[in-house]
């Protein structure tokens, strides 16, 4: 089975990445280091991934701030990710590729570029699922996968 958010954290994290984007730079530094003391459980960044890849209802500033955070938090942590939330990671970004807006396929984009590099520096092969989806992707007649498939 796949993993499935608490209700009541996805609330308070979607809620926090939200007021990080208010213009006031006391709000946004009290919500970053909110957000940073989240790193030290290892589904805050399934909750991230979540937020970007299955709420197409959220805001779409709100959905590429939770990839943005996640890649960040993959370029500086990977190696201490459980193998669990790599997968997550991958195979959510991969379902992603096609979402409808330009924006959040940008950040799946930059978000598989960066997990690519990331278990290639650590002596990874490249799942070869990955590979596949992509080609795949390039094969589809809608015009957002294709175009996510080389974001």
Same mark, same amino acid.
């Given at each position: 089975?796949?993993? @499935?958010?608490?209700?009541?954290?996805?609330?308070? /994290?979607?809620? $926090?990445?939200?007021e990080?984007?208010?213009?006031? *730079?006391?709000? @946004?530094?009290?919500?970053? @280091? #909110?957000?940073?003391?989240?790193?030290?459980?290892?589904?805050?960044?399934?909750?991230?991934?979540?937020?970007?890849? #299955?709420?197409?209802?959220?805001?779409?500033? *709100?959905?590429?701030?939770a990839? $943005? /955070?996640?890649?960040n938090?993959?370029?500086?942590?990977?190696?201490?990710?459980p193998e669990?939330? +790599?997968q997550?990671?991958?195979?959510?970004?991969?379902?992603?590729? =096609?979402? !409808? !807006?330009?924006?959040?396929?940008?950040?799946? =984009?930059? $978000?598989?570029?960066?997990?690519?590099? +990331?278990? *290639?520096?650590? =002596?990874?092969l490249? @799942?070869?699922?990955?590979? =596949? !989806?992509?080609? *795949?992707? $390039?094969?589809?007649?809608? %015009?957002?996968?294709?175009?996510?498939? %080389?974001g």
């Open positions: 089975m796949a993993w @499935q958010p608490e209700e009541s954290a996805l609330l308070q /994290i979607m809620q $926090l990445l939200r990080s984007q208010s213009p006031n *730079t006391e709000v @946004q530094r009290a919500i970053h @280091q #909110k957000l940073n003391s989240l790193n030290q459980y290892p589904d805050f960044n399934n909750y991230l991934m979540y937020i970007l890849a #299955k709420l197409p209802e959220e805001a779409v500033a *709100t959905r590429s701030l990839g $943005l /955070i996640l890649k938090n993959i370029k500086q942590y990977y190696r201490d990710l669990e939330v +790599k997550y990671a991958r195979v959510c970004c991969l379902e992603s590729l =096609g979402d !409808a !807006a330009p924006l959040v396929r940008t950040t799946v =984009g930059i $978000l598989l570029s960066t997990v690519v590099k +990331k278990m *290639t520096e650590d =002596g990874e490249a @799942q070869p699922e990955m590979l =596949g !989806a992509l080609v *795949t992707c $390039l094969d589809s007649p809608d %015009f957002n996968v294709c175009e996510g498939a %080389f």
